[in-house]
């Protein structure tokens, strides 16, 4: 009860409240909830997060800006201040039920905007007024789904932001919040630069406090305790950067909500208590999204170290990513125009930084669970520039077929067992060598059924086939441009334009053979016209092979780099082709045999040979008795009978006016 004076000014009236509080018991302690960390991994070469998700106690009271009202009991008299959209502000005091209860002071309603109580207590001189947070609106909104323009809310130059960053680093102040921001603001002019300095100096200089989360008895989320200890949880992180922002003067809001991060399981629902915390910022009209504890680093699988590792990307987040992996307990911060439902959240793909720092635009299927059709599996992902991809099923990447794209990658998996299987994506730039492969998605691929036929060899290697990557190793135009080559009679041949300077060499691979590796490379036969290149195949028998391609620069000494290689697939089992004739250092690149082609003669035959050779004086060919070949229009022409030998040798006289003949080409003869 209370009463009401009006006062001469009629934009304000006073009012005396008499107000008694009688506190309800209750069971939630909103800080504990929200404990959550960095952005999560669950296998290697992804960075782990510290999002754990602990979700049983039932939803709670929300303020007027959509945070859920605290539930722990109080236990001193407080100051509650609250704001309508109008900006009108209320402060009242609570007492405890067994505090006598006070008149309270005359308290002044206004319209207009109004100036957040300081942290302390007092007026904080030296800095500027903060106006009152006003809820977002319509300009606030950003367009769903994200339209792949940029990785951020506003134009952000990181490059202008290099000296202030350097800046933010050094400043070493942490006797109190309010020292802190002053010294941090001496380099800042804009409110932009002010909240990167205050961001990059929280994400490098708090860390994530592992033991605070396991024993939350220890833990304390207040900004002066999170500045003093240098550590703290997602509350505490989201608590000094709110507190700082303040009195910097820019209007900033701490929000909660559910997070996919360390912890979460792909297609899990979310429900009870959010589980995390982050920030909204007041930027130039409009509100942004930041996660200073996913900005600052990781920790370890079992989640009892952190680590610092800036991340970028959760500055200034694009609202449709970040709602990826935050969904904030009112749909309003979500800053999307139309919002998510949490349904809609929990079947959404998880799209972590990786993915969009990559430059990674969208990844399909776009649910998180995949139902095999006849044992077949597909994922395909679209990217700006070209980008190195691999992958692994169940830890391996023997069952399925990844092809490059010029802006992605396709992905067909052929499970071989029945069951649920975790499948990962991992990528790297094209030009970091050196680089790890990130894991950039996740699914899990639900198999119904096996397709036996589809088991590729052990050897094969991937991304399978010619792409983008093959041509910039000097591989252009190839005749197959698709990974597998299916035979029926068990021989093909592959084509290239060749970059200059480029050395070739190739093998064939099968799990099923016991091929030497010299008779890997029998079964292959080069043959150079100009700037092309083919390769001939003749596979020893039906099955899956693996072509391999290796290469090297002609004026390099060093060893063959492997470049790519295909699948050939043969299911005649009539097929047995022998090798091609086994050559020597003398038989030059440019050589040609036009026939014999197989490496097996058949025995008292007369056999007739073909050889395009150049800068020869004579060729022989050396049986029981030894044969010479006529040179007819480029061509090196004859017969030989292979009765009475095992073997059969071509033999070059270069030089006329040498007495001693090379061997250049040997082959074999069928035994009787």
Known sequence: MGTMDFKTDPSAVTINLLLIVHPEETASKQKGQRERRTEGSRSAGLQDDGNGNSRSQPPQRRDLNGRRASGELCKQTQAVTSYSNEGTQVTVEIHPKDATPQLFKKLSFGKGPRRLPSLNGQDNKGFQKTEVPRPPGGKDLHAYPWDKSSLKSMPVDLQQFEKLDAYALKVNVKNSVEELVKALLKQAQTDLEKVRAIWIWICHHIEYDVVGYHNKSQLSSKPKDVLQMGKSVCEGYAGLFEQMCSIAGIQCMKLSGYSKGHGYKIGQTFTGNSDHAWNAVYLDGRWHLLDSTWGSGVVDDSFTKFTFRYNEFYFLTHPALFINNHFPDNSNWQLLKPTLTLKDFENNMLHNSNFYMLGLLTAHPETGVIQTVNGKASVSVDCRSATLFTFKLMG?????????????????????????????????????????????????????????????????????????????????????????????????????????????????????????????????????????????????????????????????????????????????????????????????????????LSGLLPANRNVQFKLKMHGIAKVLVQAENTYPLTQNRGYWEGTCNTSGCREVFVMVHENANHSFYSHVLKYEVETE
């Open 396 to 596: 391996t990447d023997e069952h399925g077929l990844m092809t490059l794209k010029k802006h992605g990658m396709k992905l067909d998996i052929y499970p071989q067992r029945t069951g649920s299987h975790k499948l990962q994506i991992f990528a790297k730039p094209s030009k970091a060598s050196d680089v790890v492969y990130d894991c950039v998605l996740e699914y899990i691929v639900e198999c119904k059924s096996v397709d036996k036929a589809m088991r590729f060899p052990k050897d094969l290697h991937q991304p399978v086939g010619p792409s983008w990557f093959t041509e910039r190793q000097g591989f252009l135009r190839p005749s197959h441009p698709n990974p597998i080559i299916h035979t029926n009679d068990g021989r093909c041949s592959v084509t290239f334009t060749l970059g200059k300077d480029i050395s070739v060499l190739a093998s064939l691979h099968s799990d099923n053979s016991s091929l030497t590796e010299d008779m890997r490379r029998r079964h292959i036969m080069q043959i150079h016209r100009g700037n092309q290149i083919e390769l001939k195949i003749h596979l020893p028998h039906a099955g899956n092979f693996v072509l391999k391609i290796y290469a090297k620069k002609k004026s390099d000494p060093g060893n063959y780099d492997y470049i790519f290689n295909y699948l050939i697939t043969c299911l005649n089992t009539e097929v047995k082709w022998p090798a091609f004739p086994q050559s020597y250092n003398k038989w030059v690149e440019d050589y040609e045999i036009l026939e014999p």
